[in-house]
């Protein structure tokens, strides 16, 4: 199965959290005990500057469901406005990839 695309847009002074549930193509949810849920986000200018936060299982993984979460600080403290991210499942040594799209933080205006 390939990963889904999906952009994600954030406020600065605000935190992300995205509850997300592992199914296959017939809607099977598949057992993500053991694994790590992480979003990586990187620079869409420099490849070197990559941020890696990571979330929690929901439950013990048998359901497939798990949350990413970023707070208010990492979002405001990301060196970058424009950028991409791949949120993945990682179980040492492997990385499913899962969901990847554009990443922006959208300034307020005052």
């Known amino acids: 199965m390939s990963a889904a695309k999906y952009d994600l847009i954030v406020s600065e002074e605000a935190g992300l959290s995205l509850s997300l549930v592992y199914k296959d193509n017939s809607g099977v949810v598949i057992d993500i005990s ?8 990187t620079d869409n200018q420099y490849d070197e500057t990559t941020d890696t936060f990571t979330g929690a299982l929901t439950t013990d993984g048998t359901d497939g469901a798990f949350t990413i979460t970023m707070s208010a600080n990492e979002i405001d403290g990301l060196a970058f406005n424009d950028g991409r991210f791949i949120i993945d499942l990682y179980d040492d040594p492997i990385s499913l990839a899962l969901v990847y799209g554009k990443f922006k933080v959208k300034k307020l205006k005052y």
């Open 34 to 41: 053991g694994s790590t849920p992480r979003i990586r986000v």
